[in-house]
Every structure is written in C-alpha cells, then in structure tokens.
C-alpha cells in the first residue's frame, strides 16, 4: 500500500478549549526519524493528558496534534532500524506523539508488538494507562497486603486498572467517585468502600476515610484530581503516610508551603 503525502488529522494550532480542535484532511504525513518507525493507525487512544497540552497547562510548540499513544501497523522504518527488532508489517502499541491521525512517527523505545489474541482495543486501553498503574502500585509506592489505600477517581480509565491492581495485591481500597453509577461501577471492580465525593454526603470525604480507617488514616492516597482534592489528602494520610499526586483533572496542586 503506497504511504499518501497527507493525511486526516486533528490539529491544534492555539490553546483553548475543544473548540480549538481542527480536524484536518491535509495535514503532511511525517517520515520517521531515527529511532522511529512509521505507524499506520488502527486506534489512536484519547487520554486526559491531551487536555493539558490542548489548555497549555503542560507547554507544547503549536501547531500540534494530539495524542500520545496508539496501535497500529508499521509501515516504513525510519534511517537506522537495522538493530532493531521492528519491521514493516508488525502490529504494535506505541507511546509518543501526534496519535490523532492516521500516521504517527512513534519511538521504538516506546514500543511494543502485539501478540496475536491481543486486541488493538486492550492494547491501547491498558498501554499508557497500566503502565502508569503499574509504576505507582510498585514504584512511586510500593503496595503491601493489607494496606489501606484511597483511590481519587477510581471510576476513570487509570482508576479501573488501579482498582483491580491495588486488590490483586491484597490492599483495602476506599475509592471516591462522581454519582451513583460509577460508584457502583467501581464497587463492581472489587473495592472495600467507594465514596461518592459529588454527593452531599461524599463531600465530607475526609471524615469518611478517618471513620473507616478507625481514624488512623491510609498508607497511601494516590491522587489525579489534583485541585480540588489535595488539602484533604494531608487530613487522610497516616503518621509516615505517602501521598502520591499524579494528575490535575481539576486543576493543579498548587505550591506547597512545607511547613
Ligand atoms: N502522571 C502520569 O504519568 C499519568 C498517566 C496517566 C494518567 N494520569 C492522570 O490520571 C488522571 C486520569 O487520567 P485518565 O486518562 O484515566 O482520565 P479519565 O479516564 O478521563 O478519568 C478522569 C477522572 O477524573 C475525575 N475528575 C475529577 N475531577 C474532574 C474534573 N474537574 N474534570 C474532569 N474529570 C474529573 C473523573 O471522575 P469522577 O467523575 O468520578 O470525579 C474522571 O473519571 C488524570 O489526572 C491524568 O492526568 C497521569
């Protein structure tokens, strides 16, 4: 299949809101560079960290298009390929840039071959997510049997895998989550206790966490809400307790006075 010099794709040319999303039908096709392959798509995944390169929060050069990873095939190598182990044809899963198009020049370094009996739809919806899951779970905290964890957004996509990860290692997991459904939703996945922290009840989370931890508070909070959630982190995590912050879907944690 020859490789078009343009492409559909969907590009960001200022910061702002959704509005500033320009889906494209002449956008260049990029040739990989090195250490890059070229990826067609088959799915482009959709992660809350495009919205803070789309508002600025997190700073990028524009003209940009979105999305940092995806699957697809490989259909031409960039300039010095020969030592690796990718060749045209491979199915793979990447991380890196510019996934909202039909082509994306994607590291290696950052990529995997599917195997057969691996759908691109698991792949890309447990790529950046469960990679993430995996290095909070067992690198920013290391999770042990028994300790108590409370889990900020449970119901999102990194929250799905957190939940299930945290209870395969023998945690005791109190989840918040926005409405009834995702709290179900989330109980479903096999947390101890879920807390509807949008309900006028849930917001006095804080009390709750102290209640259910016989006021000892958790081991660890692992927190990507961010704004609206970090003071109360400070209330809930134990004496030598860890608070990991790792998103800002409402807004930053802002400086912190260590005081
Ligand atoms: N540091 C890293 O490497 C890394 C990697 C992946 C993800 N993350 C972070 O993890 C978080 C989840 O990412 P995701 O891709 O899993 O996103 P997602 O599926 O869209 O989930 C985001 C969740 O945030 C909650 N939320 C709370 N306040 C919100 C607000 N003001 N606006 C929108 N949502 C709000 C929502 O749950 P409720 O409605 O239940 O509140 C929603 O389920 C993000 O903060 C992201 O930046 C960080």
């Known amino acids: 299949m ?3 010099s343009t492409q559909k794709a969907v590009v960001v040319e200022q910061v ?3 509005e500033v999303l320009q889906y494209r039908t002449d956008y260049p096709v ?5 250490g890059q392959v070229l990826v067609k798509n088959t799915l482009s995944g ?4 495009d919205t803070y390169f789309r ?9 940009e298009v979105l999305g940092r990873e995806g699957t697809g095939v490989i259909v031409a190598l960039g300039p010095d390929l020969e030592k690796h182990d990718f060749k045209v044809g491979d199915r793979v899963v990447w991380l890196g840039n510019a996934g909202y198009a039909e082509y994306t020049a994607a590291p290696v370094a950052q990529m995997m071959k599917l195997p057969d009996g691996l759908s691109d739809v698991d792949a890309v919806g447990s790529y950046l997510s469960g990679l993430t899951a995996l290095a909070l779970t067992e690198e920013a905290y290391r999770v042990e049997p028994g300790d108590w964890v409370l889990l900020h957004a449970a119901a999102g996509s990194t929250g799905i895998l957190m939940t ?3 209870k395969t290692l023998g945690a005791k997991v109190i989840g918040t989550a926005g ?5 179900a939703f989330v109980k479903s996945l096999g947390a101890d206790h879920v807390i509807d922290y949008r309900s006028e009840a849930g917001k006095n989370w804080v009390d709750e966490v102290k209640r259910l931890t016989n006021q000892e ?7 990507s809400v961010g704004e609206e959630t970090w003071e109360g982190d400070r209330e809930v995590a134990k004496r030598k307790g860890t608070i990991v912050w790792f998103g800002n879907a409402s807004g930053p944690v802002p400086p912190l006075p260590l005081k």
Do not use: C
């Open 217 to 223: 508070g958790v081991d660890v909070v692992y927190d």
């Open 46 to 49: 959709i992660n809350f960290i």
């Open 55 to 63: 508002i600025g929060l997190y700073p990028s050069p524009k003209p």
């Open 2 to 4: 020859p490789i078009p």
């Open 179 to 183: 409405g009834p459904e995702k709290v």
């Open 16 to 18: 702002g809101g959704p």
């Open 30 to 34: 990029p040739t990989p560079g090195e």
């Open 164 to 166: 299930q990860i945290l």
